[in-house]
């Protein structure tokens, strides 16, 4: 199993420019989430689903847009970056949400100038 | 205040000593995680707990649930073991969420 995998692994954007970050797990997991990690702040929740064509809003959700159309995949959509937005951004799935281990990607390192 | 409090924030330790790492969260929780993030970044999950204690090789963690407390122990610390350790709680109430702790550097030197 390849587990989570995110890509890319590093991108820069411009301020005002549109991308997507990919996430994808071959475990068959229910739940997924996004995660953004700022210097000296826990992990943020952004957005999770807890299903195909199941999503909702976390604590930072702004600025942000995902879709679930597929058990295995789940994007994350920048709109409009801004420099907010910088930041480490971790993909996660677990079998059972909070209760369950959780399995984190690799991370994409943005950066938006 | 964060509701998950990880201390200390920083530990440079001795190869072969005994760590300890402390996580206190302020409200009621269903599950707590340990999670380990190396200096590459990656993130993999050590433990998950709802009550009492498990091991894994050197890593022991214990919770208690009344006192709010859980501790993520390292027996024979390693230089291998650097790295962040990170506490998080499922949150009773709190959907399937998890909200985290700002981590713990660890560094292990020979």
């Known amino acids: 199993n390849a587990g989570v995998t995110q890509t890319p692994k590093f991108q820069v954007l411009k301020t005002g420019q549109s991308m997507t970050l990919q996430c994808a797990q071959d475990?068959?997991?229910?739940?997924m989430s996004w995660y953004r990690q700022d210097p000296g702040m826990g992990l943020r929740l952004i957005h999770y689903?807890?299903?195909?064509?199941?999503?909702d809003q976390g604590e930072v959700p702004n600025g942000y847009n995902v879709s679930r159309s597929t058990t295995e995949d789940f994007p994350l959509r920048l709109l409009s970056a801004a420099p907010s937005q910088t930041s480490v951004y971790f993909c996660?799935?677990?079998?059972?949400?909070?209760?369950?281990?959780?399995?984190f990607g690799p991370g994409t390192r943005l950066t938006v100038t | 205040k964060n509701e998950v409090e990880q201390s200390p924030q920083n530990l440079t330790a001795q190869e072969g000593e005994f760590i300890t790492i402390n996580c206190s969260y302020s409200?009621?929780?269903?599950?707590l995680h340990w999670l380990q993030q190396h200096p590459g970044g990656g993130i993999v999950s050590l433990f998950m707990?709802?009550?009492g204690k498990k091991k894994h090789g050197r890593l022991i963690a214990t919770i208690n649930i009344q006192e709010k407390h859980s501790s993520l122990h390292i027996t024979a610390s390693h230089p291998r073991d650097s790295a962040v350790y990170i506490c998080?709680?499922?949150?009773?109430?709190?959907?399937?969420?998890?909200?985290f702790g700002t981590g713990t550097q660890l560094k292990v030197e020979l």
């Open positions: 996660a799935s677990s079998y059972d949400g909070g209760r369950g281990e959780q399995y």
């Open positions: 475990m068959n997991h229910e739940y």
């Open positions: 689903s807890v299903g195909a064509g199941i999503t």
């Open positions: 409200v009621g929780i269903s599950a």
């Open positions: 707990l709802s009550s």
């Open positions: 998080a709680v499922r949150l009773t109430g709190g959907g399937n969420k998890l909200t």
